[in-house]
Nanobody
Framework: EVQLVESGGGLVQAGGSLRLSCALS????????IGWFRRVPGKESEGISA???????YYDPSVTRRFIISRDQAKKTVYLQMNIMKLDDAAVYYC????????????????WGEGKLVTVSS
């Protein structure tokens, strides 16, 4: 069974940086596209970044040039480096896996982590 576990959430000051990790078990990161989503209460989930099984990266315009997605194939972990953080970045962040990166565009992922809270202070 494929499972994803996020880590690294917490409190960060606006303008600061934080890195999230998504550890994959039951499969290889070479087999799946891994996407990061975030959700704020009262709003729809937002897909912010993804990396496909060949390592190509995708970003929502709201995080382009601020967030960086990467992966460590040996550790079966995908990272989201979040820089120049804004108050609007505060959310619960989820990583998710799907066989095709096109699923990320629609939020139609096969497997989801539990999510990690990221709080941004002014």
């Amino acid at each position: 069974e494929v499972q994803l576990v996020e880590s690294g959430g917490g409190l960060v000051q606006a303008g600061g940086s934080l890195r999230l990790s998504c550890a994959l078990s039951g499969a290889s990161v070479d087999d799946y596209a891994i996407g990061w989503f975030r959700r704020v209460p009262g709003k729809e989930s937002e897909g912010i970044s993804a990396i496909d099984n060949e390592g190509r990266t995708y970003y929502d315009p709201s995080v382009t040039r601020r967030f960086i997605i990467s992966r460590d194939q040996a550790k079966k972990t995908v990272y989201l480096q979040m820089n120049i953080m804004k108050l609007d970045d505060a959310a619960v962040y989820y990583c998710a896996a799907a066989l095709r990166v096109s699923s990320w565009y629609y939020g139609d992922m096969a497997y989801w982590g539990e999510g990690k809270l990221v709080t941004v202070s002014s």
